[in-house]
């Protein structure tokens, strides 16, 4: 190493003469090489290190070959391992994927070997961020580029894992390498744990399993990152489908470990031991685990183990005294002092069995003399307890015996004083003083005396109810008094208070009672102490008429959060354990404490006292231990034991166990316990747990301790939570005669409880968001959200109140202001005193009436803008990142955020502003009294009102928030992390934002304040504006003359002129005062900001700049922003902002958020300016920013979305995709608050396709549009809507030229709509249902009935003239709204008649009666005179389809299930007979045709679903089919197959999931025959549609695919796939490329098109391109039933192929030679395919694959293409799982009924037959016989063939 540092000035030399150009030859690289002395290892390794850090475009630069060569020809000597060793060097970086590639290249070129990977484990290097550089590379890296399979130190694969995981983790098998574990630990505890966790993260998701082993393997700990380990570690213990695997591999690694992560998962979570104790035994290593565990979690888990007969407790317990001593015995005593406690307690929860508890005090008295007296003392108490909880137990104790505690001279002075007591000699404050002094005494015997008198007076209890009345007073006295004088020791106090407690439980006549009293009120004083218990005396019935003084001392006391100690770490034994005790300030934790559980005794009561047939204690047990261990992935097993035991007659008793113990109390076992009472399927249970639910219910809806209680409110909130789950959330009801919930909310309105009810009817009403019966609008659950709106809008609710019914409304995805108000509260009585529902009203401050405030100002609400843009601004610190996504921190804290601010905004904006106001209106007057000019008061005004307000909100908001914001956070996050944890975490996160949230309230009080100043000075300004111009002086004399401004200082007085420069720079400095955190540090500390606090300054600063030039522009009335050089030079300064891409999208994110959204009168200009910043942003940084855009369009609030002139900005600058903005606007109008959604585009058809300059067409906006148009027909006053819908497409087709002009079917060719589609005057068609004159009907049906007379005697007249010259004059026929009415009546009336047939027929059952349609026919003659003889024409048939359809749909939405579809479809078929023409050339007819298929397309099934069978037989007709099927020019293709595309898209839910009805399997038959029309008679329309067509066939359906796949045109004939000696490259059709639709550049998006060019061209990396195929393959949507987009994948596919078809080169080798055909095909479209089929899951290759064999149809270009890409795939997979698709694809084809596509033959047949493929010796073809069989079979008929 001495030599290597000599040479180091040398190397420094070559580095820096060295350049890409010197290895463009060998000649000039060893020409460079003679300059230079000669390469050592140091300088190899120097050269590596710069080459790595070179731009990508330079790296490919260097000629790898000629450097390395070159180095190696001048040093033959060089040692390359060396070198690796030496890359630990400052300069060395690994950045990107690239320079790890580039690594390899070299190193590979200089040595056969694989790189060492001792050089980059094998320790810690001095540049830590080089190694992890280089790891965070490496591990991510392909095996092909860096390879971990060499490693020394190996954990074997973990076989025998579930859910598909790897068993070796990554494909490279990084995690396998044991010292990659130990590398990262330790550099994780030198500091780098960010990078470490980000590296991490990848194995964590990938193979968490693998991480856990390897990471039990390092010796040391991960330092900061144990926690992590160690909470990894609990989730296996809590329960995991490879938990058995997982556990079995640590156990023997690191048991410290194991045991850690056990103690401390018992201490979170008691209940856990259960599961604890199945991991012991699974590992055997109970034995082990308990004398590993310090107590109390060894002493529970053995417990335990006796329990299920596991263990032997009592020889265990001998052994544990004798080998872990007094200590151990100690532990032991307070356990059982805990659990008796609990069994106790208000909760009665058997904690411990009588029997375990018998072991247990028999051994501790056996082993009572090894004691110290205070443990023996406890142990007596503890013996008395359980005596009283169990009586049996008296028997075991009197046999065991214990020593006596005190000496017998002890206990007969304690006696003595005793009975002096009694007998008067002592008073009982006598007693007092003497046993203070004995407890203060420095003699151990006057200690024993004090101990003995306060153990034997507790002991004594049990006998008081013997007392005499005298003597149990004075008893009394004395008991309450050493509570008071805190002479009780802990050990005893939790007794003595449960001794007090179960006394007043008593009737107020019992003697007991007035003992209860009687020692209460001596310790009243100090009730504060003991806030629980205090509770819980409230709580007792009778205590406030017996005892006023008492209930109103407990009564007054308000409970102190108790905080939890930090939990010990869990290799240090916890001290013991003491008895209970209510004192504040003990540290006892909560759960052992005797009051400090869910108080459900209110429940426990109720449970009692309904007696229920129970089974023995063993099944108990066994029930017990079966509900307490289901899990969602043993759900199925555990309820087959639970149905094997429970039978009906127990049913009661378990629903009353599972509502009461469990429901009540575990809220997040919900959901699996609903999903048992699913699994049962009893109907019986289900009614007896709702029956059992209900009634608890009504219990906890009528307790007096709901308003005082957190746990009575907590039990009755989980209770509703539970009931929604079981009634409402399984689409049944809950009736109103179980649970009025109305009712209840007006009883808790008039009493003042609403808080715990409106929680109540929250959690049992948020099943109904999900729910199909009972989801709004259901008239039931809207009627309940109508009367929660109405409390919401009651004057002075209660904020929490309100935030109840926000959280209902959020969850239901609704606004509370969508539903309108009930009126039911109005008017009923209250309860004012001590209404908690209600804000009391305040008198006014001292301080408004000093400053004269004489009205009240309206609180400032909070901006929607900043509340919408809130959780973009939220900073989550990236070391909590795993907390934060387990928790769903960043929701939590912006719901806390929240409510702080709509808390404490009012009061604190209203305080600074006046105060401002009234400051900054007196000194601007006084300093400004002789300035004329207005702008230049209004500005100083403004400056430092603004300054003024912000500084006092600031200093007034800030600590109100800090705590708003943590008790916000820590009662919604309560439970979910141990306490310690918790704060810490609150802690940081609440640090983080406390800057945001200031920053909040002083944008409010800022800009209130300027208002507010501006209208105290508007008298002023006007004045100074009067004086300027008539030309005069200003003066405000009544600051310049008078006695206050004579008192002045002289520097302090108005001085006439404007102000001295100085002095104006005061009132600037307002501007810049800091006041948040960031803004008030030192200039000179600014270097040390980091690099978030400099982009938030730099992005504030450029903000500031735009709002001033805007404000310029707009005061200048510049309308553009081509004619403001200013504005445009702001908006190109946004690239100073940020300084890379993430940088880049949080500005952008910003600025989308919180200034283009920030107001709906935002104006244009500054819209367009904002989004102009963007586009900057967009080409400067981040080329994805149009998607951000996109996304961030889709997440606005509705409100926030309507805003119109940002929405034009975003479409004019093409930043959000037309395409994509007409998807979400389409989406938002199918919801409930469409109208924002409406509003938009509305606004966008005036500006953009309606205006002056416009910029889109209709053409581009079809989805939103045809939603649009939907609303505009069932709202009032749509018809304008309508005729603007129709102005913009006669607009858009005119710009569009006459080529576009064919009419309505050339519309739905190109995808539009229903009410696109249909001809000019389609509004009529939505005409909805008018106000019609009362003499319309009449009239038309005087008309009609002479009609249908007039048809019977002269039916050879087919004009009748005279006919319509009558409707003409009388009125009936007119202009086209008296058409429209014309048209719509008398299609009712036909329809009508029609249907009153029906009825009054003789209906035969099951079967339709038949009906008469004479007045259909007539309906239609009339029409088809109008049409035709009349000049009526397309618009006229238009019209009268319109009004069809109305009718069709009011009818389908009135009948509903009744709705008959016979009168249409005869009305139809009627138009088509006569109307369709003879002739496919007569264009004429062709029109009309076009017009039904509008009125069909109108119509499809997804709109009318009872509509679906006449609608297919229409389709399918004879007179419209092939008409348009054999138009000219294949004018009529684009519309059918719109038609048919919607037939199959109603089909789709149905074949995806297989559900098929009778009903649809026989609308599906129907379909499959329609196909098959079409493949006999028109399969050239087919074979162009089969692409669109395949997108819409779900991939279950094979045969309906095949049917499509196997047309082919007409005039072809199908060579025989079976010929031996057929090569399909010979074929002449293969030359031949078949015209599909849609064309190849509408495949895809322009820039995924651009990227996959680019890659078959050679100028962009795979793996790039892959990854962009991948994201865009993925679904997106939680709720699909797949994970990929198969459209998408299909048009990715189709696009790499017919590139890879143009290539230049695509075919290699002899055309006649098969195998060399598919060996050659090996092009760069084909590995991107093979990429793909790598890199994808299971369900993504059988996707690509299905897409492939998709072209596998008649002989073409395209056939030939996927067959040979499909069987290099096939022949080139480097795993058999490949290959196993790509032949199950195929065969499942292949085994469908026929037909068969020709090219799935050619292909399949082909991978049979040629040796080659060796597809029959494969190991997936003989799984099973039945596999072999079939392959055998298909073999054979292929052979035969």
């Known amino acids: 190493m001495g030599g290597t540092e000599k040479e180091k000035p040398a190397a420094s030399s070559t580095i820096a003469s060295l350049a890409p150009q010197h290895t463009a030859s060998e000649t000039a690289f060893q020409e460079f090489l003679e300059t230079v002395p000669a390469p050592t290892e140091h300088t190899a390794a120097e050269i590596i290190a710069m080459i790595l850090n070179t731009s990508p475009g330079q790296k490919k630069a260097w000629n790898v070959t000629v450097l390395v060569d070159g180095i190696a020809l001048k040093n033959p000597a060089l040692d390359w391992h060396h070198v690796a060793a030496l890359l630990d060097l400052a300069e060395f970086q690994v950045p990107d994927e690239g320079a790890l590639e580039m690594l390899m290249r070299i190193w590979r070129q200089a040595i056969s070997d694989t790189f060492p990977l001792s050089s980059l484990v094998g320790g810690l290097w001095k540049n830590a961020e080089g190694q992890l550089s280089f790891l965070r590379q490496a591990t991510r890296a392909e095996p092909e580029v860096f390879s971990w399979a060499h490693a020394e130190k190996r954990q074997d694969p973990l076989e025998g894992l579930t859910s598909d995981r790897s068993p070796s983790g990554t494909s490279n098998s990084c995690w396998l390498c044991l010292d990659l574990y130990t590398t990262l630990a330790a550099l994780a505890a030198s500091g780098y744990e960010k990078d470490v966790r980000s590296i991490l993260e990848h194995p964590l998701k990938v193979c968490p399993e693998l991480f856990v082993i390897g990471a039990a393997t390092v010796e040391g700990g991960w330092g900061p990152l144990q926690s992590d380990v160690d909470a990894l570690v609990g989730t296996y213990l809590q329960g995991n489908p490879n938990s058995s695997v997982v556990l079995r591999h640590i156990w023997p690694l690191n048991g410290d470990m194991v045991l850690r992560c056990m103690a401390q998962l018992q201490q979170n979570d008691p209940t856990s031991v259960s599961r604890l104790l199945d991991v012991c035994q699974e590992l055997r290593v109970l034995s082990s685990v308990l004398e590993a565990t310090p107590p109390p979690f060894c002493l529970e888990l053995a417990a335990l183990a006796s329990r299920r007969e596991y263990l032997n407790l009592e020889k265990w317990l001998c052994d544990q005294f004798t080998s872990r001593g007094v200590t151990f015995m100690q532990a032991s005593v307070s356990f059982l002092d805990a659990k008796l406690r609990e069994d106790l307690g208000p909760t009665a929860r058997p904690s411990i069995s009588v029997e375990t508890l018998a072991v247990f005090l028999k051994v501790l008295a056996a082993n009572a003399g090894e004691v110290p007296t205070d443990t023996l003392q406890q142990l007596k108490l503890v013996q008395a307890v359980a005596v009283q909880a169990h009586p049996e137990l008296a028997t ?158 407990c009564a007054s006391v308000e409970e102190k959060p108790e905080t939890e100690p930090a939990p010990a770490p869990v290799a240090a034994a916890p001290a013991p354990t003491s008895a209970a005790t209510f004192n504040s300030t003990s540290e006892t934790k909560p759960s052992t404490m005797l009051f400090s559980t869910i108080n459900a005794d209110t429940l426990e009561q109720a449970a009692i006292a309904s007696s229920h047939k129970a089974p023995d204690q063993a099944l108990v047990d066994k029930v017990h231990f079966l509900v307490n261990n289901i899990t969602n992935t043993n759900i199925d097993v555990k309820v087959k034991e639970l149905a094997g035991l429970i039978t009906a007659d127990f049913y009661p008793w378990f629903a009353n166990y599972l509502v009461v113990k469990r429901a009540a109390q575990e809220p997040n076992f919900h959901p699996v316990y609903v999903m048992l009472v699913e699994k049962w399927g009893d109907k019986s249970l289900r009614i007896n747990l709702v029956d059992g639910t209900v009634h608890y219910c009504k219990v906890m809806l009528d307790s007096e301790l709901l308003k005082s209680n957190s746990s009575e409110r907590t039990l009755l909130k989980n209770l509703g939570s539970w009931l929604g789950k079981l009634t409402l959330g399984c689409n049944k009801p809950v009736l109103q005669k179980h649970i009025d919930i109305k009712q209840n909310i007006l009883n808790a309105y008039s009493k003042g409880m609403m808080l715990p009810i409106l929680s109540f009817v929250r959690h049992l009403m948020e099943p109904c968001a999900t729910s199909v019966a009972f989801r709004p609008p259901n008239p039931w659950t809207m009627a309940v959200l109508a009367l929660l709106v109405e409390v919401y809008n009651l004057e002075g609710i209660r904020t929490s109140i ?102 404490i905004i009012a009061p604190v904006v209203d305080r600074s502003v006046t105060i401002a106001c009234m400051t900054c209106q007196q000194l601007v007057c006084k300093d400004f009294a002789s300035e004329g000019d207005v702008d230049t008061v209004r500005r100083a005004a403004n400056t430092s009102v603004a300054g003024l307000a912000q500084s006092l909100a600031l200093v007034t908001a800030r600590e109100p928030l800090r705590l708003a914001v943590t008790n916000n956070l820590r009662s919604v996050l309560s439970g979910r992390l141990e306490p310690a944890a918790l704060e810490q975490v609150i802690t940081v996160v609440v640090s983080d934002n406390l800057d945001l949230c200031c920053q909040i309230v002083e944008k409010a009080a800022g800009e209130r304040s300027k208002r507010e100043l501006d209208e105290r000075l508007a008298q002023s300004y006007t004045a100074r504006a009067k004086a300027r111009a008539s030309g005069e002086t200003f003066i405000d004399r009544a600051f310049t003359d008078g006695q206050f401004p004579a008192a002045l200082p002289d520097v302090l007085k108005a001085k006439p002129g404007a102000l001295t420069p100085q002095q104006q720079k005061v009132y600037q400095d307002f501007a810049t005062i800091p006041r948040t955190a960031a803004g008030a540090e030192r200039s000179d500390l600014r270097s040390q900001e980091s690099p978030q606090t400099q982009l938030r300054n730099r992005f504030l600063s450029w903000i500031a700049r735009m709002d001033n030039t805007l404000l310029r522009a707009n005061g200048l009335g510049v309308t553009s922003l081509n004619d403001a050089a200013e504005l445009k030079t702001a908006v190109a300064e946004v690239v100073s902002v940020p300084v890379n891409e993430m940088q880049a999208i949080e500005v952008a994110k910003n ?239 036909a329809v009508t008649h029609c249907l009153r047939s029906e009825v009054q027929s003789s209906v035969s059952q099951g079967r339709p009666g038949a009906v008469n349609f004479v007045a259909i026919d007539a309906f239609v003659r009339l029409m088809v005179t109008l049409v035709l003889y009349h000049g009526g024409g397309k618009a006229l048939l238009a019209k009268i389809l319109g009004a069809v359809a109305t009718c069709l749909f009011q009818m389908a939405d009135d009948r509903a299930a009744a709705f008959s579809g016979r009168p249409f479809f005869r009305i139809i078929v009627g138009l088509l007979a006569e109307l369709s023409p003879l002739e496919s050339v007569d264009e004429s007819g062709l029109v009309y045709v076009q017009a039904v298929s509008g009125f069909l397309y109108a119509t499809r099934p997804q709109r009318v679903p009872a509509f679906a069978f006449p609608w297919l037989q229409l389709v399918s007709d004879r007179r419209l089919m092939p008409p348009l099927l054999m138009a000219r020019d294949q004018a009529g293709w684009p519309t059918y197959i719109t038609l048919l595309l919607s037939q199959l898209q109603f089909l789709e839910p149905f074949l995806k999931h297989a559900e098929l009805t009778d009903v649809v399997r026989l609308l599906y038959k129907g379909t499959l025959r329609l196909f098959l029309v079409l493949l006999h008679d028109f399969p050239e329309f087919l074979a162009q549609y089969h692409f669109r067509l395949c997108d819409a066939i779900p991939l279950t359906c094979v045969q309906l695919r095949n049917l499509v796949l196997s047309a082919f045109p007409a005039r072809m004939k199908l060579p025989d796939p079976f010929t031996g000696d057929m090569i399909m490259g010979t074929l002449p059709e293969v030359r031949f490329q078949p015209k599909i639709s849609p064309a190849v550049d509408k495949l895809l998006p322009p820039e995924l098109a651009n990227e996959i060019d680019m890659f078959i061209a050679g100028s962009k990396p795979i793996l790039t391109v892959k990854d962009s195929l991948k994201k865009r393959m993925v679904s997106g949507m939680s709720n699909a039933p797949s994970a990929y987009n198969i459209p998408a994948v299909n048009s990715i596919v189709l696009y790499i192929g017919l590139k890879g078809l143009q290539a230049p080169a695509r075919f290699q080798g002899d055309q006649s030679q098969k195998p060399s055909q598919v060996a050659a095909f090996n092009t760069p479209a084909v590995q991107l395919y093979a990429a793909l089929l790598k890199d994808l899951d299971p369900e993504g290759r059988y996707v690509v694959v299905n897409a492939m064999a998709n072209h596998l149809r008649f002989p073409n270009a395209h056939t030939q293409y996927f067959s040979f890409a499909i069987m290099n795939l096939f022949e080139n997979a480097q795993d058999e799982k490949t290959r196993e698709q790509i032949t199950r694809v195929l065969l499942e084809r292949l085994i469908a009924n026929r037909p068969h596509p020709w090219g799935l033959l050619v292909t399949f047949i082909e991978l049979i037959k040629n040796p080659r493929f060796n597809l029959l010796s494969r190991g997936f073809t003989k799984v099973s016989p039945e596999i072999e069989r079939l392959f055998e079979s298909v073999s054979k008929s292929i052979g035969s063939a």
């Open 802 to 903: 309100k935030f109840e019914v926000e959280l209902l409304f959020k969850h239901m995805d609704l606004l509370v202001s969508d539903v309108e108000p009930s009126n039911l509260v109005s008017g009923l009585p209250r309860d004012m005193d001590n209404n908690m529902d209600f804000a009391p009203t305040k008198a006014p401050s001292l301080e408004k009436q000093a400053l004269n405030v004489e009205k009240h100002q309206p609180a400032p609400a909070l901006d929607p803008a900043v509340i919408a843009s809130l959780p973009n601004l939220i900073t989550i610190s990236p070391q909590l990142s795993m907390i934060a996504e387990r928790l769903q921190l960043k929701g939590f804290l912006n719901m806390s955020i929240e409510r702080a601010l709509v808390e």
């Open 1151 to 1389: 600025v989308f958020f919180s200034k283009l959204y920030q107001s709906p009168t935002i104006g244009k200009l500054t819209a367009a300016a904002y989004v102009a910043s963007l586009v900057v942003l967009r080409d400067k940084f981040v080329r994805r920013l149009s998607a951000e855009a996109a996304l961030w369009f889709a997440q606005l609030p509705d409100d926030l979305r309507g805003y119109k002139d940002a929405g034009e900005a975003l479409i004019r600058s093409q930043l959000v995709p037309i395409r994509d903005m007409d998807a979400i606007i389409a989406k938002a109008l199918n919801a409930p608050r469409y109208q924002p959604a409406a509003e938009l585009l509305l606004g966008l058809l005036q500006s953009c396709v309606l205006g002056p300059d416009p910029c889109m067409s209709t053409n581009e906006i079809t989805a939103s549009i045809d939603m649009l148009s939907k609303l505009a027909v069932r709202v009032s006053g749509g018809q304008g809507v309508l005729t603007m819908i129709s102005q913009a497409r006669q607009v858009s087709l005119a710009r569009s030229g006459p080529s576009s002009a064919t009419g309505m079917a050339s519309g739905m060719g190109s995808g539009m709509s229903s009410t696109q589609a249909l001809p000019t005057g389609t509004p009529g068609l939505a005409a909805g249902r008018p106000q019609d004159s009362p003499h319309l009907v009449p009239s038309v049906m005087k008309a009609f009935d002479q009609w249908a007379r007039l048809l019977e005697e002269n039916i050879c007249d087919r004009a009748h003239n005279d006919f319509v010259k009558g409707l003409r004059e009388t009125g009936l026929l007119g202009d086209d709204e008296t058409n429209d009415k014309f048209f719509r009546v008398m299609t009712q009336l």
């Open 396 to 553: 075991v104790i009197s046999e065991a015996g214990v020593m006596e505690a005190f000496p017998q001279d002890v206990e007969e002075e304690a006696n003595s004083a005793f009975q002096r007591m009694y007998q008067g000699e002592l008073s009982v404050d006598d007693v007092i003083q003497l046993l203070v002094r004995y407890k203060a005494g420095m003699e151990a015997r006057e200690q024993d005396v004090y101990a003995c008198m306060a153990h034997n007076l507790f002991d004594e209890f049990r006998f008081f109810y013997k007392y005499p009345e005298q003597e149990l007073q004075t008893t009394a006295l004395l008991f309450g008094k050493l509570i008071s004088n805190k002479l009780v020791s802990p050990v005893s106090l939790g007794i003595a208070m449960r001794y007090i407690y179960d006394s007043l439980k008593n009737e107020p006549s019992h003697k007991l009672f007035k003992f209860g009293v009687t020692a209460s009120m001596q310790f009243k004083d100090i009730l504060g102490q003991f806030p629980t218990f205090s509770k819980q005396i409230v709580g007792l019935n009778g205590i406030k008429d017996a005892c006023p003084e008492l209930y109103k001392a």
